[in-house]
């Protein structure tokens, strides 16, 4: 075990916005022990606030699903995989063909466009602070598109991927990891976690066998594939955990810590 790479949101973050006290303990752990930490979310950069503020993390985090390699500690963007106005129009004229319904929003490198409608009953915190508006009219040239959204109000978000992900094709790549909402995440082709999580390992002359992941939506299933070690959450989707194989326990028994504590004390760690 050289690197630990986790997902964040389901996997060591609670609604609540918590990252458990026995989970930091064990990050700590491992910073100590000599294991690289990184941490990999469909989360923007503005959103990591909890790294910081609750585990002191200050190294390198992917983000957007992999679209993104953000610098903590220099709050500065490493590289992105953006794509082009004229692929999001056609991805939505694709979709909207498909679900006249459905609503979109882009996350840019610095900015985050929603059309109105896109947050129901407006109850999003995080979100309140962008004015919704038809996209064709806010989003210019200079916009760069790390992740496009769209959702719908009715049926499930497997049902949504399995009919857009084909219909999409070669455009973009297409997941998802809302656990209760119809809404999928869009990037640039071919990119998901493990491209870039493959990308930074490698920079750091860590090899596939040598990594330890955690994560718990389809959007972590090329991630817990990749990985030597690869465990998504019992709590989490059923079809991450048939990618992965192995199963960390319940998000709320701590599962992320309790296999990273079994790893470091077979490494002959302490635990305090």
């Known amino acids: 075990m050289r690197l630990v790479a986790s997902d964040i949101d389901g996997t060591i973050l609670g609604h609540d916005g918590k990252i458990s006290d026995r989970t930091i ?15 990999v979310t469909g989360r923007p950069p503005r959103w990591l606030h909890p790294l910081q503020d609750q585990l002191g993390h200050t190294g390198r985090v992917i983000c ?13 963007l490493v590289s992105a995989r953006t794509l082009d106005l004229k692929a999001v129009f056609e991805v939505r004229r694709i979709i909207k063909e498909l679900r006249p319904s459905a609503l979109f929003a882009a996350e840019t490198l610095t900015s985050f466009h929603l059309e109105p409608g896109f947050i129901e009953n407006d109850s999003s915190e995080l979100l309140a602070q962008f004015t ?4 064709r009219t806010t989003l210019s040239t200079d916009d760069a598109v790390v992740k496009f959204l769209a959702v719908i109000r009715e049926g499930t978000a497997d049902e949504f991927l399995a009919e857009v992900a084909p219909a999409v094709g070669n455009l973009a790549s297409v997941t998802h990891s809302a656990p209760t909402v119809a809404m999928l995440e869009i990037a640039f082709p071919g990119i998901n976690k493990a491209v870039t999580l493959a990308q930074y390992a490698a920079s750091l002359g860590i090899d596939a066998a040598d990594v330890v992941a955690f994560g718990d939506m389809p959007n972590d299933i090329e991630m817990l594939r990749w990985a030597g070690d690869g465990y998504a959450m019992a709590s989490g989707h059923p079809a991450a955990i048939r990618a ?29």
């Open 25 to 39: 303990r064990a990050f700590r752990a491992c910073r100590a022990a000599g294991v690289e930490l990184v941490f």
């Open 64 to 76: 957007s699903n992999g679209a993104v390699v953000w610098d903590l500690e220099a709050d500065r």
């Open 132 to 135: 919704p508006a038809p996209l």
């Open 244 to 272: 992965a194989g192995q199963q960390a326990p319940h998000f709320d028994d701590d599962g992320v810590a309790q296999i990273l504590e079994a790893k470091l004390q077979k490494l002959g760690v302490a635990l305090s």
